[in-house]
């Protein structure tokens, strides 16, 4: 920086291409963001809380002035799509891991292989990054590059070389680097397919990728919990009301991330004279999400059987008849839902069940 005038106005040398440039420039506020170069390290690394944090060491690490834009705009991404607040608000089980991790992943084991890396502020960006926020972030940073001027083809390679350096915790927490170099790969072609058709260049939707437990509902899904509520059964000698345990279980496929057929299982477990008794509704069912966002409220219904019987006891008689189920919940926290069911039954003539009950049940997908 060669001198700062009074009315904003900075004059940089800087070199390009082996060049030295001098640029005049005017500071504007276009981000809310500071960026802070941290020359003094020496590590190879870039992170965003509320500032933007790029390091000597990054800097020396990228071998092109466009490496370098890929790295502030992956930040810049991160920053954008509000990843490390997303993280903290809906991973219940994320969190956990973070602080069981920070207690016991030893100072010395930095994302490259370096030292002192979990004492730097980059821990909890990394520790909380999941790996659908890199993707997402490795996709819109090639749109800001794009949107800037700046050709997007040659910065593939850089995932590969940060990989050569990497340990192998950093490797556990992002995508593999073979991925993101395809990845890369693709968007550019997205970006280049725009540009010639002369289309805006305006990202797509993001959506993740298209495995089993990858974080969206659309695919496998798996969901158990414990919950309890209350059975009622009506006998033709009479009623009998209990507080129940009650078990959650569903298994099943989701053809979009709002609704999933599944088979469900229901129970409710309690004690009648000393015997547990199971009244348990059993069939297809179906969870519509009213949203495709992660905190979304949902409908489910379940239709089959219901079964009274006492898996504990000898010589107890079973009764499965027709069942049903209707519920309402919500998703919490990312994979976590709650529930509340009502069950109806007939297993057998002269005995209907009624049924209520609240669960907690994690949803896998
Ligand atoms: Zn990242």
Do not use: C
Not at 162 to 182: C, D, L, Q
Not at 258 to 281: C, E, F, M, P, Q
Not at 335 to 364: E, Y
């Amino acid at each position: 920086m060669e001198d700062a005038h009074d009315d904003g106005w900075v004059n940089f040398v800087v070199e390009r291409d082996e060049k030295l440039l001098t640029l005049n420039i005017r500071g504007i506020e276009a981000t809310p963001f500071a960026i802070d170069m941290m020359m003094m390290s020496e590590q190879v690394y870039a992170f965003a809380d509320g500032t933007l944090y790029v390091t000597r060491g990054m800097m020396d690490f990228t071998q092109s002035d466009i490496e370098l834009q890929f790295v502030i705009a992956h930040q810049l991404a991160h920053k954008i799509k509000k990843h490390l607040s997303r993280m903290k608000r809906d991973s219940l089980i994320g969190k956990i891991i973070a602080i069981t991790l920070i207690a016991i992943i030893p100072r010395s084991s930095g994302p490259f292989g370096n030292n002192d890396w979990n004492s730097s502020k980059s821990s909890n960006e990394d520790w909380a990054f999941s790996k659908d926020f890199e993707r997402e972030a490795d996709y819109l940073a090639m749109y800001l590059l794009a949107n800037a001027g700046i050709p997007t083809t040659d910065v593939s390679e850089f995932w590969r070389r940060v990989n050569e350096i990497s340990g192998s915790f950093y490797k556990t927490i992002h995508p593999p680097y073979s991925e993101r170099f395809a990845n890369l790969i693709a968007i550019d072609k997205e970006i280049k397919a725009k540009q010639e058709a002369g289309e805006e260049l305006k990202p797509n939707k993001f959506s993740g990728t298209g495995f089993a437990s990858d974080g969206n509902r659309a695919g496998f899904i798996l969901g158990v919990g414990p919950g309890m509520g209350y059975a009622r059964n009506d006998l033709t000698l009479g009623t009998e009301s209990k507080f129940a345990v009650k078990t959650d279980f569903l298994i099943g496929y989701a053809p979009s991330n709002r609704t999933a057929i599944t088979w469900s299982n229901k129970v409710l477990w309690y004690d009648s004279v000393g015997i547990t008794i199971a009244s348990s509704t059993s069939g297809l069912g179906i969870t519509y999400f009213l949203s495709e966002d992660t905190h979304a409220n949902f409908i489910s219904a379940v239709i089959g059987f219901n079964s009274v019987f006492a898996p504990f006891e000898d010589n107890y008689e079973s009764s499965t008849g027709f069942g049903l189920g209707i519920g309402v919940g919500r998703e919490v926290s990312k994979n976590w839902i709650i529930g509340l069911d009502a069950t109806w039954g007939k297993p057998a003539s002269g005995l209907t069940t009624f049924g209520i009950g609240v669960h907690f049940s994690h949803l896998w997908y």
